[in-house]
């Protein structure tokens, strides 16, 4: 089969490996029918995430066929068509038991394997261990497009943003970095009826979109320098109920500690790389939560369910389209979303 191959930093190619097969009586193979990129892949290709070997197939996002079984597997046959979940896990250890499935003790205590520790989805076929709970069956109605937003950013907004971030009716709700997550976690804010969304981006696209397509109330560019007191003029002086960070930057998540209202949450949803300055001799006082996470996907049956129901709409998410083989293009484009105006490749068998 052909996959797309990390060659180490900045190295990549869509070439032929061999084909994967059952290896364990609870794995399965899975034909993908539609992939996608995540900012993830990148900063592997940059080479942020060093545990990634020279010769790994990227992607933990698809929807696919099932094409080959072990004897093991009971909730899916061959033949169904289902959404692989980004995290791989087994659902009886310690860990799994309490919800974190992120920490499946069963897959060494790290469930984002797929395009991490084992070959990953960006390729014709791929092997899917502990299938039982990691593929997702695809309702009917759902398009592949939508549903591969399941398999990662639909659940990692939601999970980590608004359910971590306590969204309640009513709540005023700041989301920093309007990116695909970053919208996602909007969209999925609306499920809790919050009064006030606040978008906040420094790209004008981003914020449009967000307003058009994702819930956002309003929108607010952070490259205006006095984009905090703009927030505020929408939320009240004393800050918002909820942030929610979705860049994974230093000054993005330290923005979180002038806006958040006492008693307020902080739900961190990016990825960081550096220390962050945590003034909490101001701070202390506030009684404010601050939460942190691994998305666990225990919502993504969920959120296929509202797409099924049309109670979610994800369409705007998906604003190129490709062939498996024009991967090399697709990563092309998505590197430069900003001038692009790109939020997630579509690519399809
Ligand atoms: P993305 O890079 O597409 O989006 C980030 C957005 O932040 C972009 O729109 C960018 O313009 C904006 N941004 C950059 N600097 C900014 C600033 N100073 N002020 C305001 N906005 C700014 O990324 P994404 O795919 O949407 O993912 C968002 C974050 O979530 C990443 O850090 C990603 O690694 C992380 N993530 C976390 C989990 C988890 O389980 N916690 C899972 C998946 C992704
Ligand atoms: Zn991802």
């Avoid at 394997?113 to 989805?121: A, E, Y």
């Avoid at 369409?315 to 990563?331: C, E, G, M, P, S």
Wanted: hydrophobic share 45%; with cysteine; aromatic share 6%.
């Amino acid at each position: 089969m052909k996959a797309l191959v990390y060659h180490g930093p900045g190295q990549k190619a869509w070439e032929e490996i061999a084909d994967p097969h059952v290896k364990e009586p609870t794995d399965a193979v899975v034909q993908v029918d539609t992939t996608t990129i995540c900012g993830s892949d990148l900063h592997i290709l940059k080479g942020d995430v060093p545990e990634v070997v020279d010769g790994l197939v990227l992607g933990h996002e698809a929807v696919g066929t099932i094409v080959e079984l072990g004897t093991a597997v009971r909730n899916h046959k061959i033949g169904d068509r289902v959404v692989v979940s980004c995290m791989t896990f087994e659902g009886t250890c310690e860990y799994c038991r309490k919800g974190l499935t992120s920490k499946c003790q069963a897959v060494g205590g790290d469930s984002w394997q797929l395009g991490h520790w084992i070959n990953g989805t960006q390729a014709e076929y791929v092997h899917t261990p502990l299938a039982d709970l990691s593929l997702f069956k695809l309702p009917e109605g759902v398009s592949d497009a939508a549903a591969v937003m399941t398999s990662d950013i639909m659940s990692t907004g939601y999970e980590i943003g608004v359910v971590n971030g306590k969204v309640f009716p009513a709540s005023s709700v700041v989301v920093i970095g309007a990116g695909p997550v970053g919208l996602c976690a909007m969209l999925t804010a609306s499920l809790h009826g919050p009064a006030k969304v606040v978008a906040v981006d420094m790209d004008p696209n981003r914020l449009e979109v967000a307003q058009a397509s994702f819930g956002a109330t309003h929108g607010v560019n952070s490259a205006d320098p006095d984009w905090k007191d703009q927030v505020k003029g929408i939320v009240g002086k004393d800050g918002a109920d909820v942030v929610i960070e979705a860049v994974g930057i230093p000054v993005t998540l330290e923005a979180a500690w002038d806006l958040i209202k006492p008693g307020g949450y902080v739900a961190n949803v990016g990825v960081h790389g550096k220390p962050v300055n945590l003034p909490i001799e101001r701070l202390w006082t506030s009684n404010i939560v601050i939460t942190t996470g691994l998305v666990n996907m225990v919502t993504g049956p969920m959120m296929l369910d509202l797409l099924a129901a049309n109670k979610l709409n994800v369409d705007a998410l998906a604003t190129h389209n490709f062939k498996l083989d024009q991967f090399v293009d697709a990563y092309e484009v998505f590197g430069a979303a900003a001038k692009n105006q790109a939020l997630k490749m579509i690519l399809t068998r």
